[in-house]
């Protein structure tokens, strides 16, 4: 589900349509959606950001770490 997961991700950064179609306005106009949420406005450029890949990355290398762990450990000891 990790590997699904991203590759969707990788799917929908990419363009392709992977839900219901939906009208997206791009403007500058402020979204009356936030308008309740000041916190969410101001941090709304860096949220948009596409960190994806790195933290895709990471996360594999921190589950191949695991696996590696979990595979040392059920090896029995050398005789």
């Given at each position: 589900s990790f590997l699904l997961g991203h590759?969707?991700?990788?799917?929908?950064?990419?363009g392709a349509d992977?839900?219901?179609l939906d009208?997206?306005?791009?403007?500058e106009a402020e979204d009356p959606e936030l308008h309740g949420y000041p916190h969410v406005r101001r941090?709304?450029?860096?949220?948009?950001?596409?960190h994806a890949a790195v933290e895709f990355e990471e996360s594999l290398e921190s589950l191949l770490d695991r696996?590696?762990?979990?595979?040392?450990e059920k090896q029995p000891p050398p005789t």
């Open positions: 590759l969707l991700l990788e799917v929908a950064a990419n992977v839900g219901p009208v997206l306005d791009e403007g941090l709304q450029t860096a949220l948009a950001e596409d696996l590696t762990l979990l595979r040392s």
